[in-house]
């Protein structure tokens, strides 16, 4: 189970936040996503990081502003987002998936967390 926190309101150019928390399986095994669903489109990925925590990979969009990063030790994962635009407002999701390295491919991801809406307006 997947439980994603950390969305709100924010400023163009602000930062935030995002932290995703694991319970009920061996959280250090998976490859963990955050993926994004903005208003009237398809839901899309941003980020992903290996089960190790050694390999990351960005969507272009956000390639120098998002870092992901994870603590095994407590089982979570986190979307740390700075210089946020308006084109970052959607519903961020986590995901794992049982593969341990990094994918991006949505439909490897098997777990999904509940979503968190992040609005970048003024």
């Known amino acids: 189970q997947l439980q994603a926190s950390g969305g709100g309101l924010v400023q163009p150019g602000g930062s935030l936040r995002l932290s995703c928390a694991a319970s009920?399986?061996?959280?250090?095994?998976?490859?963990m996503g955050w993926f994004r669903q903005a208003p009237g489109k398809k839901r899309e990925f941003v980020a992903a990081?290996?089960?190790?925590?050694?390999?990351?990979y960005y969507a272009d969009s956000v390639k120098g502003r998002f870092t992901i990063s994870r603590d095994n030790a407590k089982s979570t994962v986190n979307l740390q987002m700075t210089s946020l635009n308006t084109d970052d407002t959607a519903v961020y999701y986590c995901?794992?998936?049982?593969?341990?390295?990094?994918?991006?491919?949505?439909?490897?991801?098997?777990?999904w967390g509940q979503g968190t809406l992040v609005t970048v307006s003024s």
């Open positions: 990081i290996s089960s190790s925590g050694g390999s990351t």
């Open positions: 009920g399986r061996t959280f250090s095994r998976y490859g």
């Open positions: 995901a794992g998936t049982v593969a341990p390295v990094v994918v991006f491919a949505e439909t490897l991801y098997a777990y």
